[in-house]
């Protein structure tokens, strides 16, 4: 499917009544998701680490929206979030995400990008699953085409740790996980719909993971070139966007239309082989349940 370089979140039409879950919704990416969902008339829940920010945020975007507490990294943080929420949603954006500057673990013991990206994310689906009514986004990256998972060292324990090979591997996770999830709707007959996203490359604060000198000024750097070659995070957002707007199979990945996925328009876009591993994504899924300590909730 070609691109659509001319998409808007005009597409999305009239949401008043729905109720959308957005993580990571104070900067970047998920930000812009909840500023045009909002704008669209749904009632957007910003779930933030940060409720200062997220409630200067709310404020910023106007609307119909509310802040809660949520840190991806800490699992009682994912279920007191699941165990306060009052209402059914429409739509889950499963949307933050970070780059860790050194290999730390979560106060679960786990190696933190994987935690964060995937495991918090995960634990959180799998929470609040019988509550959504009608879509699932994941937000995925085609820095997946450049990991590899050992499931006998999830956590990075043995091997050798760096930034991008972590967050590479995270987002593999990330990719394997909606596989699965797309799979697991379909077998229990599911109304609610999964697609995974990526965003391409965003001038947001991602790179951003430092406040050393060094880092610092390699953060400036990054974002002189990718003001002038990275989509702006509205456009960056277009891919989520457009898995609520079109009338696209479940379980699809749309990405960026350009030649290496860093700035265009929204489409359907192809992955590598290893993130098409069903028994890889089986075997990761069983993996996480185990880790998180939740499980499937659909008979």
């Known amino acids: ?5 001319h998409w808007t979140p005009a597409r999305l039409g009239d949401r008043t009544g729905q109720r959308i879950i957005v993580t990571g919704a104070t900067n970047g990416v998920g930000l812009a998701t909840a500023h045009a969902l909002a704008g669209a008339g749904a009632h957007v829940i910003l ?19 509310e802040v809660a507490h949520i840190d991806l990294s800490h699992l009682a943080s994912v279920r007191a979030f699941a165990e306060r929420l009052d209402d059914d949603v429409d739509i889950l954006i499963n949307n933050a995400g970070l780059v860790s500057q050194n290999r730390e673990e979560t106060a679960d013991g786990f190696e933190k ?36 998972i050992r499931l006998d060292d999830l956590h990075l324990t043995s091997r050798k740790w760096n930034i991008m090979g972590a967050y590479s591997r995270s987002k593999l996770a990330v990719m394997l996980w909606g596989l699965e999830l797309d799979r697991r709707l379909r077998e229990s007959g599911s109304p609610v719909t999964s697609q995974l996203t990526h965003p391409g490359w965003v001038a947001s604060n ?13 953060h400036k750097g990054v974002q002189v070139v990718a003001n002038r070659f990275a989509n702006d995070i509205d456009a960056g957002a277009g891919p989520t966007l457009y898995c609520l707007s079109e009338p696209i199979p479940p379980g699809s990945y749309v990405g960026i239309d350009s030649r290496f996925g860093y700035k265009g328009g929204p489409t359907l ?17 069983e993996m996480a349940e185990s880790q998180t300590g939740t499980s499937w909730p659909l008979s």
């Open 1 to 5: 499917m070609p691109s659509d370089q």
């Open 47 to 65: 779930a933030v680490r940060n409720t200062e920010l997220g409630a200067q945020r709310a404020t910023e975007i106007g609307g119909s929206t």
């Open 113 to 148: 990008t994987i935690g964060t990206n995937f495991l918090g994310p995960f634990a959180l689906t799998n929470l609040i699953l019988p509550r959504v009514r009608s879509q699932i986004i994941n937000v995925g990256s085609d820095a997946h085409k450049q990991a590899t």
């Open 206 to 218: 991602i790179s951003n993971v430092s406040d050393t000198p060094l880092m610092s000024t390699f």
């Open 269 to 285: 876009a192809g992955r590598t082989g290893n993130a098409c591993d069903f028994a890889a994504a089986r075997q990761l899924w």
